[in-house]
Every structure is written in structure tokens, then in C-alpha cells.
């Protein structure tokens, strides 16, 4: 069982390859270097939580696992495809494999709740039936409710999204995801802008519905008792590299806040102080 | 010198001298402005000498003749039709052009830039320039009216359309982006519904503005109310004149009270 007593990591076995793996991976915004030669292997269905100060990389990482940022240097393979080598067609076929949750839920405002839904059909199908619930098939509309149904919004289909509170709306993104039938989730601080409740019930309905699913999630928060309650890693992000690795049960909040106190990110004390120290001049 | 110094200086000099640079701008507006005047040749003695024969026209229009109504309303009905199929058309085809125009949408920028070019052509170029080229291309009434009207709208519409929807929140267009959506299906399902309130609002407008524009566009030919307008100006029949006039006023009226109207009710 993991720290809040949800379902454990499925074990059938078989030992599985991993579904991302990244080796020397270099990133740099400007002159500041953000990753600086990180290695990571994330094995099948497991749920890695990262964690680290703002500008560690973490939202940069997830965001070149699904190439939104190019890598400046490294490998990245996921689902047995290599990331940077796609284009074109082969880029949109990986893409859809990976569903991403953004801390923004990202929501066309001025349509209802189940035709945002629908919109994760477009994973594998494009055409006018896709774009609307209106137009969308009869099979099409039933997933699409029955994916409502799973984040606990069936009763909210037809209710325009931007009527919808924060967590409603972050509920429509996952029911989104799970429309698009993903191998991988990545959620970027799904549970950021939410109120302490809300984010608690993100966090659970991600674990459970990607758990049940036996889906790999990869999620990053700064609650830590997040972080340790819904993940069965937690990986540390610092100076451009991995600063910890460990198994939640093995972790303790207090832990984690040291690790936010010790840990310096990777830009240079002399970098990240030039703008103060120039405005203070 | 130190902040408290700064301080106890007093107000600086309120009335500080224009810069050299400021000086020449405000000259040349000010020679640009007689230029101007002096080449419309308006003046004073003008428009002093010209009040009697204002009044004169304005005497002779009232009482407004009614004797030709039912024409002038047939003729004003027809000039409605040319304003709405002419901007229909024009909004029709505003949207793929728009969508070729639209950064982050066109699907090239060389594509881009044409589309621009062609839409801000349309533009620049006057409505009743567009409408003497196509009465002499499909010859004198309403058709060439539309056809004016279509080519003006686009050039508004164009420019209209594609801002709303490069303004529109990029989030969803980058959430169906990940999910690896086509790019029909992105505008379609992410853009099309965000930008819908400033489409609606800038198609009412259009309608309104075609209305108004295709009363002119009869003075060169192209059908409709202007044509009747003119007529009667020419055989100085003011009093039929002005029965026209208040007709189309209360034409773009009606047109801008139903817009407001729906703009109010749909956005």
C-alpha cells in the first residue's frame, strides 16, 4: 500500500522494461542550464512524484518526455519510441499515447464539460465527429460520459466548462486523458491552484483511475504529503540533476522539506543574484 | 547629490522648453494642416455664400413627397438583399482566409503573409472602387453591388477574424496539441468555439457597415436605393430626395438596433 492507503504498484511478475528512460539530458534556457546530464529510468505502472525548487526543471522535463521544449542534449525514449527522432506524423501518434494534465486545466471555455471530453477522441480519430458532442458517434458520447462518470462529473456533461469551479474543471481535463487512452500520464502540478480538499481529491482520483489502469504516472507537486501519498517514488530535482531517489514509504514530510531547504538549484548563486544585485546598484 | 539635497531643491522648471526634435514634429503638423486647407479650397466667404442655396435645397425638400413609396421601398428592399448576400458571401469566405492569415494557425508563413496581403488589399481599397471595377465587369446593378460588398467585407472580416482567433487562450490549443489532434481538428474543436462571441460581433457589424455602404455603391451603378437617390438629385427633385433619405436612415437604424440587439442577447 502506498502512504494514504491506496492501492499498491500491481506486481504480476513479470519484470517490465522501463516505460521512460532519459540519459544525459541537457537543457538550458539562455545561459542559465536547468538539466545538466540527468539520467532517469521510470519502469512500467509505477507512480514517481517529482519534486524540487521552482526552476529545478521538473515542468521542463515532463514537457520534453512529450517534445512541447526540445532537449538540447540526451536521449529520451518513451514507450519504446525515441522522442527526439520523431516528426511530423510518428510525433502525433507518440503524443497520443501520453496524456498530459497541466496545472492549468486547459478547458475550452465555452462548451460543455462532455464535449471537452470528446476532444480526447482526437488521440485516435480526427474528422468533424470528434469536434463536438453534438457531432461525435453514439459510442463516441457513451465513453466520453462513461469518463465523466469515473472523475464523478456525469451530472455536469452539459454544463459549459467555464461555469465549472477549479476542481470540476481539472476533474473534465482527467476525463479528458482518459478519453485519450494513454500508456503514460503526465500531470504538471495538477493539484497547484486548488484548495487544500481539491487538491487532495485530484491527486487521489489520478492515483486510483491510473493505478486501476495500471498506468504509469508521472506527477509533480510541491505538497509533499502529496508527493508521498500518491506516488511509489519520489525523485529529488537539483543543480540540473537527480539530488534524491527514494521509495515514498520511505519518506517523511519532514524529510522533503529539507531536502526544498538544502538543495540549491542549478543556476549559480552569482546568476541568480545578478538581476537583484543590478537593481539594487 | 545626495536624496535629501534632491529634495530640498525645490520643483524642477514646470515649463521646460520643447526639444529641438518636438519643435520640428510640431511644425510640420502645423504645415501639413494649411497645406491641407489650402488645397480644398474652403473658405469662409464659401460657405457664407453657400447658406442660402442650403437652405433653398433644404426648403424645397420638405414636405417629403410620398407619391413614389412603394418604388423607393422596393428599390430600398433590394439594396438590403445586395447588403446581405454581398456580406454573407464576404463572411463565408473571411474564415478560411482568415485562418490562412492567423499566426500560429496558417500553415505556412509564406502562405501567411499572402493571405495577409490579399485581405489588407482588399481592405485599403474603397468599396466604391471595388464596385465601378465590377460594373464593368458584370455590367450595372445589384450583382455588382454583391460583389463589391463581398470583396470589402473580406478585407474587414479577414483582418477581424484572424485576430480573434490569435488571441484566443493557447492552453487548449496546446492540451489537444499533446494529444496529437490534426490541425483542422485543433481549430475546429480549441479556436472556432473561443472565438465565436468576436465573430458573431464582427459579422453583425459587417452587416451593418454593408448596409450602409451598398446605399453609395447605387451613385456608381451598382444597384439598388443609390441609383434612385441620384436620379433624384440630378432632376432636383429634393422632395423625393429627402423621402429617400429618411428611408435609408431608418433602414441602418432598424440594422443597428437589431445588431445591438443580438450582439447583447448571443455575446
Redesign the interface.
Known amino acids: 500500500m502506498s502512504g494514504l492507503g491506496l492501492p499498491a504498484l500491481p506486481d504480476n511478475g513479470s519484470p517490465r522494461g522501463p516505460v521512460v528512460s532519459l540519459a544525459g539530458l541537457r537543457k538550458s534556457f539562455g545561459q542559465r542550464r536547468i538539466l545538466d546530464g540527468l539520467d532517469l529510468a521510470i519502469p512500467a505502472g509505477e507512480s514517481l512524484a517529482l519534486i524540487g525548487a521552482n526552476g529545478t526543471g521538473k515542468s521542463t522535463l515532463l514537457r520534453m518526455i512529450?517534445r512541447?521544449t526540445e532537449a538540447d542534449e540526451g536521449r529520451i525514449e518513451v514507450l519504446g519510441e525515441p522522442v527526439r527522432q520523431l516528426g511530423g506524423a510518428s510525433?502525433?501518434?507518440?503524443?497520443?499515447r501520453?496524456g498530459?494534465v497541466?496545472q492549468?486545466?486547459?478547458?475550452?471555455?465555452?462548451?460543455s464539460a462532455l464535449s471537452n471530453v470528446v476532444?480526447?477522441v482526437?488521440?485516435r480519430r480526427?474528422?468533424?465527429r470528434?469536434?463536438?458532442q453534438c457531432l461525435a458517434p453514439k459510442a463516441v458520447r457513451e465513453e466520453a460520459m462513461a469518463c465523466l462518470e469515473a472523475v464523478g462529473l456525469a451530472d455536469k456533461a452539459m454544463q459549459r466548462a467555464d461555469s465549472l469551479s477549479g476542481g470540476q474543471s481539472q476533474r473534465v481535463?482527467i476525463a479528458?486523458m482518459l478519453m485519450?487512452r494513454p500508456e503514460l500520464v503526465l500531470a504538471d502540478e495538477p493539484d497547484a491552484s486548488l484548495d487544500p480538499r481539491a487538491g487532495r481529491e485530484i491527486m487521489e482520483l489520478l492515483f486510483r483511475l491510473t493505478r486501476d489502469k495500471g498506468l504509469t504516472l508521472v506527477f509533480v507537486s510541491h505538497h509533499m504529503a502529496h508527493a508521498i501519498g500518491f506516488s511509489d517514488r519520489i525523485v529529488g530535482l537539483a543543480q540540473g540533476g537527480i539530488a534524491m531517489d527514494r521509495r515514498a514509504l520511505h519518506c517523511r514530510e519532514a524529510e522533503l522539506a529539507a531536502f526544498f531547504e538544502e538543495a540549491p538549484v542549478m543556476a549559480s548563486a552569482e546568476t541568480m543574484a545578478k538581476p537583484v544585485l543590478e537593481a539594487l546598484a | 547629490m545626495s536624496l535629501t539635497s534632491d529634495l530640498h531643491a525645490g520643483p524642477g522648471d514646470r515649463f521646460a522648453r520643447p526639444s529641438a526634435a518636438a519643435f520640428t514634429g510640431g511644425f510640420l503638423a502645423l504645415a501639413l494642416l494649411i497645406w491641407s486647407f489650402s488645397g480644398s479650397e474652403l473658405s469662409a466667404e464659401k460657405l457664407i455664400r453657400g447658406i442660402p442655396a442650403m437652405g433653398n435645397i433644404i426648403g424645397r425638400m420638405f414636405p417629403p413627397d410620398l407619391g413614389r413609396l412603394d418604388a423607393i421601398l422596393a428599390s430600398l428592399a433590394s439594396t438590403f438583399q445586395m447588403a446581405v448576400s454581398g456580406c454573407v458571401l464576404g463572411l463565408v469566405l473571411s474564415f478560411p482566409l482568415a485562418i490562412l492569415a492567423a499566426d500560429g494557425l496558417s500553415p505556412h508563413p509564406v502562405i501567411r503573409a499572402l493571405s495577409r496581403g490579399l485581405i489588407a488589399f482588399f481592405r485599403t481599397v474603397p468599396d466604391l472602387i471595388w464596385a465601378l471595377f465590377f460594373v464593368i465587369a458584370v455590367g450595372l446593378g445589384p450583382a455588382a453591388g454583391v460583389l463589391a460588398l463581398m470583396i470589402d467585407t473580406i478585407g474587414y472580416a479577414g483582418r477581424f477574424f484572424a485576430e480573434a482567433m490569435e488571441e484566443t487562450?493557447k492552453?487548449?490549443r496546446?492540451?489537444?496539441?499533446?494529444?496529437?489532434?490534426?490541425r483542422?481538428?485543433l481549430i475546429?474543436?480549441?479556436v472556432v468555439?473561443?472565438a465565436?462571441?468576436s465573430f458573431i460581433a464582427t459579422s453583425l457589424f459587417c452587416v451593418e457597415k454593408a448596409t450602409r455602404a451598398s446605399v453609395v455603391l447605387g451613385l456608381v451603378g451598382a444597384g439598388g436605393i443609390g441609383v434612385e437617390l441620384k436620379v433624384a438629385f440630378d432632376l432636383f427633385d429634393y422632395d423625393t430626395a429627402l423621402t429617400i433619405i429618411l428611408a435609408v436612415f431608418a433602414l441602418v437604424v432598424l440594422v443597428e438596433q437589431v445588431g445591438g440587439y443580438l450582439r447583447r442577447r448571443i455575446i
Open positions: 512529450v512541447l510525433l502525433k501518434r507518440f503524443r497520443a501520453v498530459v497541466f492549468k486545466h486547459n478547458l475550452v471555455a465555452r462548451i476532444h480526447g482526437q488521440a480526427s474528422g468533424p470528434s469536434w463536438a481535463a479528458r485519450q | 487562450d492552453g487548449p496546446e492540451a489537444l496539441s499533446t494529444i496529437g489532434a490534426s483542422t481538428g475546429f474543436s480549441a468555439p473561443n465565436t462571441p
